[in-house]
Protein backbone atom coordinates (compact mmCIF):
# COMPACT_ATOMS: atom_id res chain seq x y z
CA UNK A 1 0.00 0.00 0.00
CA UNK A 2 2.72 2.46 0.93
CA UNK A 3 4.25 2.06 -2.79
CA UNK A 4 1.06 2.98 -4.38
CA UNK A 5 1.11 5.94 -1.81
CA UNK A 6 4.44 7.03 -3.32
CA UNK A 7 3.60 5.91 -6.92
CA UNK A 8 0.54 8.37 -6.59
CA UNK A 9 2.47 10.96 -5.00
CA UNK A 10 4.94 10.91 -8.22
CA UNK A 11 1.93 10.94 -10.11
CA UNK A 12 0.53 14.25 -8.64
CA UNK A 13 3.85 15.84 -8.51
CA UNK A 14 4.93 15.17 -12.25
CA UNK A 15 0.96 16.79 -12.80
CA UNK A 16 1.54 19.80 -10.39
CA UNK A 17 4.99 20.41 -12.81
CA UNK A 18 3.09 20.37 -15.95
CA UNK A 19 -0.16 22.55 -14.54
CA UNK A 20 3.15 25.08 -13.02
CA UNK A 21 4.50 25.38 -16.68
CA UNK A 22 1.65 27.26 -18.34
CA UNK A 23 0.86 29.36 -14.62
CA UNK A 24 4.93 30.24 -14.96
CA UNK A 25 4.31 31.14 -18.77
CA UNK A 26 1.75 33.78 -18.25
CA UNK A 27 3.28 35.08 -14.90
CA UNK A 28 6.06 35.74 -17.10
CA UNK A 29 4.05 37.22 -20.13
CA UNK A 30 2.24 39.41 -17.49
CA UNK A 31 5.54 40.43 -15.93
CA UNK A 32 7.03 41.26 -19.55
CA UNK A 33 10.03 39.29 -18.10
CA UNK A 34 10.30 35.30 -17.95
CA UNK A 35 13.32 35.06 -15.88
CA UNK A 36 11.16 37.46 -12.94
CA UNK A 37 8.52 34.76 -13.29
CA UNK A 38 11.25 32.56 -12.22
CA UNK A 39 12.18 34.27 -9.55
CA UNK A 40 8.69 35.00 -8.24
CA UNK A 41 7.82 31.13 -8.55
CA UNK A 42 10.73 30.46 -6.21
CA UNK A 43 10.42 33.10 -3.53
CA UNK A 44 6.81 31.96 -3.12
CA UNK A 45 7.93 28.32 -3.00
CA UNK A 46 10.38 29.22 -0.78
CA UNK A 47 7.76 30.73 1.51
CA UNK A 48 5.43 28.10 1.84
CA UNK A 49 8.16 25.37 2.10
CA UNK A 50 9.66 27.10 5.11
CA UNK A 51 6.60 27.80 6.80
CA UNK A 52 6.20 24.16 6.50
CA UNK A 53 9.40 23.41 7.84
CA UNK A 54 8.96 25.83 10.97
CA UNK A 55 5.95 24.22 11.90
CA UNK A 56 7.66 20.68 12.07
CA UNK A 57 10.60 21.92 14.30
CA UNK A 58 7.55 23.10 16.03
CA UNK A 59 5.29 20.27 16.79
CA UNK A 60 7.82 17.50 16.04
CA UNK A 61 10.38 18.96 17.67
CA UNK A 62 12.72 18.61 14.90
CA UNK A 63 16.18 20.44 14.11
CA UNK A 64 17.18 21.93 11.29
CA UNK A 65 21.14 20.96 10.92
CA UNK A 66 22.51 24.07 8.80
CA UNK A 67 26.41 22.26 9.31
CA UNK A 68 26.31 18.92 7.59
CA UNK A 69 25.53 19.04 4.53
CA UNK A 70 28.35 20.15 2.32
CA UNK A 71 28.06 24.18 1.64
CA UNK A 72 27.97 23.71 -2.31
CA UNK A 73 24.65 21.65 -2.14
CA UNK A 74 23.04 25.36 -0.52
CA UNK A 75 23.06 26.61 -4.15
CA UNK A 76 23.51 23.39 -6.32
CA UNK A 77 20.09 22.57 -6.18
CA UNK A 78 18.18 25.83 -6.21
CA UNK A 79 20.58 26.68 -9.46
CA UNK A 80 19.27 23.54 -11.17
CA UNK A 81 15.95 23.78 -9.93
CA UNK A 82 15.94 27.45 -11.30
CA UNK A 83 17.07 26.74 -15.09
CA UNK A 84 14.68 23.99 -14.99
CA UNK A 85 11.64 26.27 -13.98
CA UNK A 86 13.10 29.28 -16.27
CA UNK A 87 13.48 26.82 -19.09
CA UNK A 88 9.76 25.59 -18.93
CA UNK A 89 8.71 29.40 -18.80
CA UNK A 90 10.80 30.29 -21.82
CA UNK A 91 9.40 27.25 -23.59
CA UNK A 92 5.97 26.46 -22.74
CA UNK A 93 4.66 29.25 -24.99
CA UNK A 94 6.91 27.92 -28.22
CA UNK A 95 6.23 24.15 -27.98
CA UNK A 96 3.46 23.49 -25.73
CA UNK A 97 2.92 22.25 -22.61
CA UNK A 98 3.03 18.40 -23.18
CA UNK A 99 5.85 18.83 -25.87
CA UNK A 100 7.87 20.71 -22.48
CA UNK A 101 6.73 17.88 -20.00
CA UNK A 102 7.87 15.16 -22.52
CA UNK A 103 11.09 16.33 -23.18
CA UNK A 104 11.51 17.15 -19.44
CA UNK A 105 10.90 13.72 -18.54
CA UNK A 106 13.55 12.63 -20.85
CA UNK A 107 15.85 14.64 -19.51
CA UNK A 108 15.13 13.55 -15.99
CA UNK A 109 15.05 9.57 -16.94
CA UNK A 110 18.34 10.12 -18.94
CA UNK A 111 19.91 11.62 -16.61
CA UNK A 112 18.37 9.16 -13.85
CA UNK A 113 20.03 5.95 -15.90
CA UNK A 114 23.56 7.76 -15.50
CA UNK A 115 22.88 8.84 -11.95
CA UNK A 116 21.63 5.46 -11.21
CA UNK A 117 24.52 3.93 -12.77
CA UNK A 118 27.34 6.05 -11.12
CA UNK A 119 25.65 6.10 -7.71
CA UNK A 120 25.92 9.74 -7.70
CA UNK A 121 25.77 11.44 -4.10
CA UNK A 122 25.74 8.28 -2.16
CA UNK A 123 22.35 6.60 -3.88
CA UNK A 124 22.49 2.98 -4.49
CA UNK A 125 24.06 1.49 -7.78
CA UNK A 126 21.86 0.26 -10.32
CA UNK A 127 22.79 -1.13 -13.29
CA UNK A 128 21.26 -0.04 -16.80
CA UNK A 129 19.55 -3.07 -17.97
CA UNK A 130 18.11 -3.95 -21.34
CA UNK A 131 14.34 -3.05 -19.86
CA UNK A 132 15.62 0.30 -18.40
CA UNK A 133 17.14 1.59 -21.97
CA UNK A 134 13.96 -0.02 -23.70
CA UNK A 135 11.82 2.64 -21.57
CA UNK A 136 14.33 5.18 -22.30
CA UNK A 137 13.59 4.54 -25.84
CA UNK A 138 10.39 4.50 -25.71
CA UNK A 139 9.85 7.81 -23.49
CA UNK A 140 12.00 9.77 -26.41
CA UNK A 141 9.99 8.51 -28.96
CA UNK A 142 7.27 9.46 -27.26
CA UNK A 143 8.62 12.89 -27.02
CA UNK A 144 9.49 13.22 -30.42
CA UNK A 145 6.20 12.15 -31.47
CA UNK A 146 4.34 14.39 -28.97
CA UNK A 147 6.38 17.39 -30.19
CA UNK A 148 6.62 16.34 -34.20
CA UNK A 149 2.30 15.52 -34.21
Given amino acids: MDTLLWALMGVV ?3 CIATQAPI ?3 LGKGLGLPI ?3 GVSFVAGAIVLWA ?3 I ?3 TKGATINFGAPAPWTFVAGGVLG ?3 VFSNIMLTPMIGAAAVMALSVTGQL ?3 LALDKVGFMGMAVREISLGRVAGAVML ?3 AVMIRAF
Fill in 13 to 15: AGA
Fill in 24 to 26: NAQ
Fill in 36 to 38: AAA
Fill in 52 to 54: IAL
Fill in 56 to 58: FVQ
Fill in 82 to 84: AFY
Fill in 110 to 112: LAG
Fill in 140 to 142: VAG
